[in-house]
């Protein structure tokens, strides 16, 4: 996830008695160049740590010994997060949770991450993950996007884009396609 000095943009969060199995497959990821922060989650509701620490990362592995991902669905509701930056690690056969099984589960949705990020965008295959963010995202007060067309001036404006932007992207990409092709269309000829 992140090369050299650079702050890690992956994240885990253990609770309970994944938290030591966490910590040992933090050393294991690294030996594959996998570099993740974590933070142990103590109680609920949860302090700002816990937010802002979701928030700092691109995709957070929530690591749980049950099936139903019940930790995960607390920072989705509570945190207002895209449930798709939240990635659940579920461990529910009944015996202990291993840094072993950890690890293989991140490596392997770490890989098919990539894998579909190249089937979408094949020229993705020929090029590094980069862990800088560049540019500008001009965001609003307002909790809603602010996507507008407009007519004499040839363009369309897409501000108040938030985190949610970047699972939302392909949604707000057609929707100033099918503004600028109505932009396009010839307007009726009165008679």
Known sequence: ???????????????????????????????????????RVRAFPFGD??????????????????RD?????????EGAFDPAKLMPVLHYDGTPVTARFIAGAIADKLAALISRGEEIVPALKNHEVTAIYAGLRPATERKDYCITAHEGLS??????????????????????????????APTANPR
């Open 69 to 77: 991902a019940q930790l995960r669905t607390l920072l989705v509701n």
């Open 155 to 184: 363009c369309i404006t897409v501000g108040g884009i938030r985190s949610t932007g970047l699972s939302g992207a392909l949604g707000i990409a057609q929707h100033v396609e099918r503004l600028a092709a109505l932009a396009r």
């Open 1 to 39: 996830m992140c090369i050299g000095k650079d702050p890690p943009r992956g994240g885990g969060v253990p609770h309970g008695g994944t938290a030591a199995a966490m910590h040992e497959a933090l050393d294991l990821l690294d030996g594959q160049g996998l570099h993740l922060d974590a933070l």
């Open 49 to 66: 740590e816990v937010i802002e620490f979701v928030e700092r990362h691109d995709t957070v592995f929530v690591v749980e010994q049950n």
